[in-house]
């Protein structure tokens, strides 16, 4: 998975614009395109960023193997043999800037910025949309799972109702930025040192001849802290029973049964019971494990409810991102090479939201002095020195000009980071650990009321004067140009 070649992982209009763009000449003509989406998930008033790793991957190994070659001359578009050569030594030369995995981040900044030739920085667009896309999609699900889950543990169970393998994985390694304590994933284990936990399936009990004998057996296989699925049966009447049975016997023999995993039925009654038959037995240690299409908003429930639950396990819910299935990030040009000068360009749309911020920008996380707080995003020129120097800055909001205000005392951090400078990879791509920690530091630098799963409070994101202004001034120019 790590090494593999995913040069055609494209949408052939790309290639088709690469090939209609070197028969013109102009392939090799410089772009910059930003990534970023519109709209927050789910309702929540953030998101987490993740992809970037994959993202790096890709790019690193992008080659058009001999296979794909002949692939290409097949197709209907009798691509010239000429231009296949040239893909025949096709690397990635570009410069990429990125936000780092674990960021909190909003709509409508860039996430991803890539300038390069038109040839590279159009073949890139579909793979890196669609890694930034899902990886985010899931972290930002799993970190609303987090708030609400709180201290307990969470396990991600999701594997065999994702869709496909690279979801369950990358789906896996995106839970664990956003808090998920393990997976039950082995190959996400393997691949990313997730910490892997597993119980035991229905299965285990049935072909057995009592439940019983099953949770004796398994128990006895296992070392100790094993977990015994008690709702085969009958949960009160026959699973907690006889697991309590298992875990005297345990005892007696010197090990400790680790939990217990409820799995169907009123889950807050159901361990609110078994949690006093546990502790009337003596087995305060025993913990419970839930599962059973959980989500944010049950857990938020059953916890409300009083349920005595301490590990979640989460699958569909969370690895399908079943309540919205897709991130709408894009992938948008904002400068372009015109007789040897770098200009911006814009899309226009009737759709207000849909109209591009043009020129080539960064992303300022303004913390304030004395809470220590993000104040607002910044987004401005990369050659604008203002709000990096501290300067008194007027913040606006870019569709309602009205709101606005000043700010004085703070300090900017710059949110995108140099990964690839002319081809050349100069990121060191952290290690998971490092991402989920920076990830808590990220969440540590926003009041609550941005990270409450219900109405949050809307974040600061602001155009600079001058990015704003270039953007009306493009808009008015193209208004004019149609009323000629
Ligand atoms: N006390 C509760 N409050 C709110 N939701 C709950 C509570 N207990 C369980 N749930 C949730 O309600 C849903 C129950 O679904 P369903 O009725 O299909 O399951 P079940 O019949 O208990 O078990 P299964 O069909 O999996 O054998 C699950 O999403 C579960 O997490
Ligand atoms: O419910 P999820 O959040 O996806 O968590 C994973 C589910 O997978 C297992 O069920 P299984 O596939 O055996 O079938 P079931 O849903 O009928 O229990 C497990 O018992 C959980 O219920
Ligand atoms: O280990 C478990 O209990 C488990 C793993 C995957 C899916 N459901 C449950």
Same mark, same amino acid.
């Given at each position: 998975m790590q090494s593999e070649n995913l040069a055609l992982h494209t949408d052939k209009y790309q290639i088709n614009m690469m090939y209609a763009h070197w028969i013109n000449g102009t392939h090799l003509r410089k772009a910059v395109f930003e990534a970023y989406f519109r709209k927050l998930p789910f309702g929540n008033g953030f998101a987490v960023f993740a992809g970037l790793e994959r993202i790096v991957k890709y790019i690193s190994n992008l080659r058009f193997t001999e296979d794909d070659l002949s692939y290409l001359a097949k197709q &209907?578009?009798? @691509?010239k043999p000429e231009f296949l050569e040239l893909l025949r030594d096709f690397r990635f030369r570009g410069t990429m800037h990125s936000m780092q995995e674990g960021a909190v981040v909003f709509p409508n900044e860039p996430l991803i910025r890539i300038e390069g030739t038109i040839l590279e920085t159009q073949l890139v667009e579909t793979a890196l949309l669609n890694f930034m896309n899902f990886q985010t999609l899931i972290a930002t699900k799993a970190s609303r799972v987090k708030r609400v889950a709180e201290n307990d543990v969470l396990l991600e169970f999701g594997t065999r109702r994702a869709q496909e393998a690279d979801a369950a994985i990358w789906g896996a390694r995106a839970a664990y930025i956003s808090g998920f304590d393990a997976t039950s994933n082995m190959l996400a284990g393997e691949i990313f040192g997730i910490p892997t936990k597993g119980t035991h399936a229905h299965s285990w009990v049935q072909i057995f001849d009592s439940e019983l004998e099953a949770f004796e057996v398994y128990a006895k296989a296992l070392p100790d802290q094993v977990s015994l699925l008690? #709702? !085969?049966? #009958? !949960?009160?009447?026959?699973g907690v029973p006889n697991a309590i049975k298992t875990a005297k016997k345990l005892e007696a023999m010197g090990k400790r049964l680790g939990s217990i995993r409820l799995d169907s039925g009123d889950l807050a009654y159901l361990s609110i019971k078994a949690r006093k038959m546990l502790d009337d037995a003596g087995l305060p240690y025993v913990k419970i494990v839930a599962s059973n299409d959980l989500d944010e908003n049950t857990i938020f429930n059953l916890k409300s409810q009083?349920?005595?639950?301490?590990i979640w396990g989460v699958g569909t819910q969370l690895i399908t991102a079943a309540d919205q299935p897709a991130l709408g990030g894009v992938y948008k040009l904002v400068e372009r090479e015109k007789d040897g000068k770098m200009e911006p360009t814009i899309k226009i749309s009737g759709n207000p939201e849909k109209v591009t911020s043009p020129g080539k920008k960064d992303v300022l996380r303004l913390i304030n002095r004395d809470s220590g707080k993000a104040t607002a995003d910044y987004i401005c020129? !990369? *050659? &604008?020195?203002h709000a990096r120097s501290g300067g008194k800055l007027r913040l606006f909001d =870019?569709? *309602? =000009? @009205?709101?606005k205000k000043s700010v004085t005392d703070y300090d900017t951090v710059s949110m995108l980071q140099l990964v690839f400078d002319e081809g050349k990879l100069v990121y060191d791509l952290p290690t998971l650990e490092e991402i989920r920690e920076f990830h808590q530091q990220q969440l540590n630098l926003f009041w609550p009321e941005y990270l409450r799963k219900l109405n949050p409070e809307k974040y600061r994101i602001n155009l600079s004067q001058e990015a704003w202004e270039l953007k009306q001034k493009m808009i008015e120019d193209y208004m004019n140009l149609q009323e000629e």
């Open positions: &209907e578009e009798n @691509y008690v #709702d !085969t049966f #009958d !949960t009160l009447q026959s009083g349920a005595k639950i301490d020129f !990369t *050659h &604008e020195q =870019p569709v *309602h =000009p @009205y709101i």
